[in-house]
């Protein structure tokens, strides 16, 4: 579509269909919207979804029961999205929605991000602290240090060049490369580090 890239919705896989109407009850319970009720998904991968917003009117859609593809053989390829970061004009408020709502924690916190988790990862949404509710940006979990490496090369190649990395970070102790990629999207291609 013409114009600025933007969020159509933040989609998270629910753990059972009955998870999708616990979420729904308690998005409103924490001052959120259901914004579509649990119905059967007709996009590819399907599935069923219930579609939410918190109170700064982030758009969440839950699914469960869709497609899941099987893994790609390729040794320098993202496995699967490994995190999102949101910028927050209210982080503590999202926070708790998150947590109230759609059975976050928080895993770790600095001054400026909330670092959020539902699973084994050490955040799947991070929450930044800013004057605005916009994407930061999209993170995407590679086989090994030598696949962000390369996927850096690939990226450049395709010209996108490194924005910022490569590098280390503290929260979540993994190696990372970032680029501006199409659409004007912050990408990150990361890595865990096991020494």
């Not at 979420?23 to 939410?52: F, I, K, M």
């Not at 593809?69 to 496995?79: C, E, G, Y």
């Not at 670092?115 to 916009?134: I, K």
């Not at 696949?147 to 979540?172: N, S, Y």
Request: glycine share 10%; with cysteine.
């Amino acid at each position: 579509a013409p114009g600025v890239a933007q969020i159509l919705h933040i989609t998270l896989r629910a753990r059972s269909l009955n998870a999708l109407a616990l979420a729904s009850q308690r998005t409103v319970d924490a001052g959120g919207h259901v914004l579509a009720p649990t119905e059967p998904l007709t996009e590819p991968g399907g599935g069923h979804a219930v579609t939410l917003a918190d109170p700064d009117g982030r758009v969440f859609r839950l699914v469960y029961g869709d497609e899941q593809l099987d893994a790609m053989d390729a040794s320098d390829m993202p496995l699967r999205l490994a995190h999102v970061v949101l910028n927050s004009s209210h982080v503590e408020d999202t926070r708790q929605f998150m947590e109230a709502a759609l059975d976050f924690s928080m895993s770790d916190r600095t001054r400026i991000m909330a670092f959020m988790r539902c699973n084994n990862d050490h955040h799947s949404v991070a929450l930044g602290d800013t004057d605005n509710n916009a994407l930061n940006h999209i993170a995407f979990l590679m086989p090994d240090i030598d696949a962000v490496m390369r996927g850096g090369g690939r990226m450049k190649d395709a010209g996108f060049p490194i924005e910022w990395g490569p590098g280390r970070h503290g929260p979540g102790d993994n190696a990372f490369n970032y680029f501006i990629g199409p659409f004007d999207v912050v990408i990150e291609y990361l890595s865990l580090i096991h020494i």
